[in-house]
């Protein structure tokens, strides 16, 4: 792994940022994060009122009716515990080759929302492609913090690696994850089991976060979360990670992206950034289930360039 000064990067990369926030009292010049509102804070990072409530309840619905049939269809490996929490649980998906690769997805919701289960249909794609997948569960916050969130997930990965193929699961592993997924991606790209990555829209420095009700009244970060749990911080994996991110997205969410492949790039470290035309941050989900979509090609590319 490559470590490198965070603050002299952002000095010497200040005129690629874009909008996007760096840290409680490190900005880049699209926001002054000190004098902006509570309110404008808040609103930085609120994907759900940025496209309306109702669109948002509509797309998890749409998720949510998919995901049920392809669970219907496929019910032989589902509920596996990994942990002794309730939703400490895999499903698993495996492919007629148990060689072939496995697509993993960890689902968002602000550590807080979501499920496994709302969220299988985002293995359509992958599945269409001849691939494995899998999804895990974790504990949502306020019943666990960050922290505990982070260790269920390396958990469930440990169990995964010692587990899967006794379920037809033998081949490499290619996380991804959106929002707060994006997020546990990135942070968990170190895991001897997963061989690449793609964070979708995620926030990689978790200082605005605290600044934000909507997130941080149930997450509740604490000044060392922020330190030891941002990717932003923390030294750079030497794995293939493609992140990706809608145009259509909050200028906050875009620069997060931009500025971590940028981060992760100053170091030569391996992976794409992929920006989705037109895409919001509940939109891009769709490029998942069609097997012919930019991203399902940014998967495939990631099984290649682990080769």
Request: glycine share 8%.
């Amino acid at each position: 792994m490559t470590v490198f000064d965070r603050r002299s990067f952002m000095a010497a990369t200040s005129a690629v940022v874009i909008p996007g926030i760096a840290g409680a009292r490190e900005c880049d010049k699209g926001y002054d994060w000190e004098t902006m509102s509570l309110e404008a804070r808040n609103l930085a990072f609120n994907n759900v009122s940025h496209v309306g409530a109702d669109f948002a309840r509509k797309k998890t619905e749409e998720w949510t009716a998919a995901s049920a049939k392809l669970r219907a269809q496929r019910p032989v490996h589902l509920d596996l515990a990994y942990g002794p929490a309730d939703r400490t649980r895999w499903d698993l998906y495996p492919a007629a080759d148990p060689k072939a690769p496995c697509f993993v997805h960890i689902h968002g919701g602000y550590w807080q929302r979501g499920s496994r289960e709302i969220f299988a249909c985002l293995a359509e794609g992958a599945l269409a492609r001849g691939w494995s997948a899998a999804l895990p569960g974790y504990t949502l916050a306020p019943d666990a913090s960050l922290t505990q969130i982070t260790r269920e997930l390396r958990a469930a990965f440990d169990w995964l690696a010692a587990n899967a193929a006794k379920y037809g699961i033998a081949g490499p592993i290619i996380v991804s994850g959106w929002s707060a997924g994006g997020h546990l991606t990135a942070f968990l790209l170190d895991h001897p089991a997963i061989a690449a990555g793609l964070a979708l829209s995620g926030v990689f420095e978790l200082a605005p976060l605290r600044d934000s009700p909507h997130v941080n009244d149930k997450v509740k970060l604490s000044e060392r979360e922020i330190e030891t749990l941002s990717p932003m911080r923390l030294p750079g994996v030497d794995k293939p990670l493609c992140i990706a991110y809608g145009t259509g997205e909050l200028p906050a969410m875009i620069g997060a992206s931009r500025e971590f492949h940028a981060y992760r790039a100053h170091a030569h470290l391996p992976g794409s950034l992929v920006p989705i035309p037109r895409a919001n941050h509940f939109t891009i989900l769709d490029d998942l289930r069609d097997p012919a979509s930019i991203l399902t090609r940014a998967v495939l590319q990631l099984r290649e360039d682990t080769r």
